[in-house]
């Protein structure tokens, strides 16, 4: 059984599930190319299982342990102004005894007095070996000075010093881990010094601030820069982090967008319960916002079933003895926009965001700020026309 994939914006859409496990309620939508009649609709279930029977076919997919449809509670609803879809609303009981879903991000699997291997994530080669950490300590906000300024009554003892893990300390930062440069990273990965951002070429006013990027030098994918000739800083979204004992397998790793959707997408989650928001500005390491985010809800479960994949009915003969191999995913729900839309109303809710310094800011390399939005761009084209939109932000899913 495997997660469904997002299917492809060629493709049209078949069928539109997302159940909420807070609310215990769940919405359906159904493409008008799939059926034309709410009549024609069809919603059953089983122990965590979800069957949709339509006029087209059936498609039944596998939910998260403890999560069950609430027979008979399937009603539809007005679809708004929309005339390609219908809707339709359910209830769910969601059990109490449900096992706490573990985070599975690198920052919450390092622990201090354990052996660590970081991987490049782009080609799986070992970049560094046997890292046992006597520290393992979260930096402060980004925003850390700014605060120490707004407190103190004296000059800031930090000023303009970057604070540096020592020997055997790993620091982690909201999207990066620092940590001591040793001999064996001359072996495998690369340094290369340029401008912190495009524009500092372009304006020879400004004053050009330059990094030293660090890759891997297997496949030359870009992992973090050096922060000083010791210390190295690596992006959560570049590496993968193992023990270095027990039974995990690296080498199976996931799609690169897949990755990086789910660790941006745990990160949020981290971050939004720790700092008790909901506003993210995704922004390059010049300090430039690249993409708002603002989440919704981090207990949705879709899944995005493309018309090709609403199968002819078959027979009891014909379903496969695992059940069923569509099976939906926890997701996260955000509200975005690019900061560069040359909509009027995207440039006013970037000034608004600006002047109100209301997003968290979530530090990524330029190069990964793009994908990302692609990420984003791919999940909101494979929603229903209804709901890609919300005000004047898009909407998306980023799976966990």
């Given at each position: 059984m495997s997660d469904l994939k997002m299917p492809a914006k060629s493709q049209r859409l078949g069928v539109f599930v997302e159940l909420r496990k807070r609310l215990q309620t769940g919405l359906i939508i159904v493409g008008k190319e799939v059926t034309t009649h709410p009549g024609d609709v069809a919603v059953t279930g089983e122990d965590s299982c979800l069957n949709i029977r339509t006029s087209s076919g059936e498609t039944s997919l596998?939910?998260?342990?403890?999560?069950?449809?609430?027979?008979?509670?399937?009603?539809?609803?007005?679809?708004?102004?929309?005339?390609?879809?219908?809707?339709?609303?359910?209830?769910?009981?969601?059990?109490?005894?449900?096992?706490?879903?573990?985070?599975?991000?690198a920052k919450e699997t390092l622990r201090a007095k354990r052996t660590y291997c970081f991987y490049c994530q782009s080609c799986m080669t070992r970049l560094l070996e046997d890292r046992e950490f006597k520290r393992v300590l979260p930096l402060p906000n980004g925003n850390w000075s700014a605060l120490v300024d707004d407190w103190c009554c004296h000059a800031d003892p930090f000023a303009n010093r970057k604070l540096l893990p020592r020997v055997d300390d790993c620091l982690l930062g909201d999207t990066f881990f620092l940590l001591n440069r040793d001999g064996s990273c001359d072996q495998t990965l690369t340094e290369e010094v340029k401008p912190a951002g495009s524009e500092d070429v372009q304006d020879p006013k400004k004053t050009c601030r330059r990094l030293a990027l660090v890759s891997c030098k297997s496949c030359s994918s870009g992992v973090g820069e050096a922060v000083s000739p010791e210390t190295l800083k690596l992006y959560i979204t570049q590496v993968v982090v193992e023990p270095a004992e027990g039974d995990r397998n690296p080498e199976a790793s996931l799609s690169r967008s897949l990755f990086l959707e789910r660790t941006i997408a745990a990160r949020l989650v981290e971050l939004s319960s720790s700092l008790s928001t909901f506003h993210f500005s995704v922004q390059t390491p010049d300090g430039k916002p690249f993409l708002l985010l603002w989440m919704l809800n981090s207990d949705s479960v879709v899944a995005s079933v493309p018309e090709t994949?609403?199968?002819?009915?078959?027979?009891?003969?014909?379903?496969?003895?695992?059940?069923?191999?569509?099976?939906?995913?926890?997701?996260?729900?955000?509200?975005?926009?690019?900061?560069?839309?040359?909509?009027?109303?995207?440039?006013?809710?970037?000034?608004?965001?600006?002047?109100?310094?209301?997003?968290?800011?979530?530090?990524?390399?330029?190069?990964?700020?793009?994908?990302?939005?692609?990420?984003?761009?791919?999940?909101?084209?494979?929603?229903?026309?209804?709901?890609?939109?919300?005000?004047?932000?898009?909407?998306?899913?980023?799976?966990?």
């Open positions: 596998a939910l998260p342990k403890g999560v069950a449809f609430e027979q008979g509670s399937c009603i539809p609803t007005p679809a708004g102004e929309s005339c390609e879809e219908l809707h339709f609303r359910l209830r769910i009981t969601v059990s109490k005894s449900m096992d706490p879903e573990a985070s599975d991000s994949c609403v199968e002819a009915e078959r027979s009891p003969a014909a379903v496969a003895p695992g059940g069923p191999s569509l099976r939906a995913v926890r997701a996260l729900k955000l509200l975005y926009t690019a900061c560069s839309h040359p909509g009027p109303q995207q440039r006013d809710i970037v000034a608004s965001w600006e002047v109100s310094a209301i997003g968290h800011p979530v530090v990524l390399p330029l190069r990964v700020c793009k994908e990302l939005l692609e990420v984003m761009e791919e999940s909101n084209s494979t929603l229903p026309a209804s709901m890609r939109c919300m005000r004047s932000y898009e909407v998306a899913y980023l799976r966990l």
